[in-house]
Every structure is written in structure tokens, then in C-alpha cells.
């Protein structure tokens, strides 16, 4: 898997953040557990019903156990502009 760092001119639309979560988003609020920071993550709502692999990358990040790739906003909740990584569960 990858982690890639994107630079978002403005938040993600719906349509583009369910093709990167592949369905139904959920958004989660979670704190870094490296640096305070908080992060808005979005994720498959489905993914673990789904059997989408365990994403270690965000967990290692938030704390929180995530299935499938997720879309970790920083810095600015997701109604406001701000950076946004893109992490990805390891393919098979």
C-alpha cells in the first residue's frame, strides 16, 4: 500500500470521495496520536461488512481501525478548505 499527499484546492466533492472510499462515505472525527492535531477522516460506511482489507496506515495515524482506503483531511474540518492525504489500504 501508499500513503499519497494530495493538496486539495477545495474539499472533494461527494462524487469524488465515494470513488476514492469505492461507496457509501461516513465521516469520522479523530485525533492524531502522534501530534494534536485533528483529523476529519472519510471512509467506506460499508467497508467492513465488505470485507475490505484493515487499513493500518490510518490506524497508526488515528487510533481508530478503518477498513479500505480512507481520505484524511488535516488541519480544517471538511466543510472548510484544507490539505487532505489519501490512504490506502496494501492491494492485493
Known amino acids: 500500500?501508499?500513503?499519497?499527499?494530495?493538496?486539495?484546492?477545495?474539499?472533494?466533492?461527494?462524487?469524488?470521495?465515494?470513488?476514492?472510499?469505492?461507496?457509501?462515505?461516513?465521516?469520522?472525527?479523530?485525533?492524531?496520536?502522534?501530534?494534536?492535531?485533528?483529523?476529519?477522516?472519510?471512509?467506506?460506511e460499508e467497508g467492513l461488512m465488505l470485507g475490505l482489507s484493515f487499513n493500518e496506515a490510518a490506524e497508526g495515524l488515528t487510533g481508530y481501525t478503518f477498513f479500505g482506503d480512507v481520505l484524511i483531511f488535516s488541519g480544517t474540518p471538511i466543510k472548510d478548505e484544507g490539505k487532505a492525504w489519501l490512504k490506502e489500504n496494501p492491494r492485493s
Open 1 to 44: 500500500g501508499y500513503v499519497e499527499d494530495k493538496e486539495w484546492p477545495t474539499v472533494p466533492s461527494l462524487e469524488e470521495m465515494q470513488e476514492i472510499v469505492g461507496g457509501y462515505i461516513e465521516r469520522v472525527t479523530a485525533m492524531s496520536l502522534t501530534i494534536e492535531e485533528e483529523y476529519e477522516v472519510i471512509v467506506n
